[in-house]
Nanobody
Framework: QLQLVESGGGLVQPGGSLRLSCAAS????????IGWFRQAPGKEREGVSC????????YYPDSVKGRFTISRDNAKNTVYLQMNSLKPEDTAVYYC????????????????WGQGTQVTVSS
């Protein structure tokens, strides 16, 4: 019954924007930290953002900092990833997940994952 479902991916031109959604069912998402990851063919999985539930802190790697923004809407039990100024190298399947640390973005272990949503950036 515990599920995460990503949506909002698609095909966009370089410089375009997308907003991804991570919707939770079977539990209340605002009690948990949530991370966004991506994986492109032939590449390792890369964390692109995380938001804690303990203090609301957010984290971004240099590859997306200034372009991506993570946020949550507790009323909708959903976490979002706003992606602006998209580049071809952003092309990947994007996943959301809950860390084993539960309320913080510490560590590399994640217990629950969504099915992923495809983002393709191409002209």
């Amino acid at each position: 019954q515990l599920q995460l479902v990503e949506s909002g991916g698609g095909l966009v031109q370089p410089g375009g924007s997308l907003r991804l959604s991570c919707a939770a069912s079977g539990f209340t998402l605002d009690y948990y930290a949530i991370g966004w990851f991506r994986q492109a063919p032939g590449k390792e999985r890369e964390g692109v953002s995380c938001i804690s539930s303990s203090d609301g802190s957010t984290y971004y790697p240099d590859s997306v900092k200034g372009r991506f923004t993570i946020s949550r809407d507790n009323a909708k039990n959903t976490v979002y990833l706003q992606m602006n100024s998209l580049k071809p190298e952003d092309t990947a399947v994007y996943y959301c997940a809950i860390p084993a640390a539960t309320v913080t973005c510490s560590g590399n272990e994640y217990d629950y994952w969504g099915q992923g949503t495809q983002v393709t950036v191409s002209s």
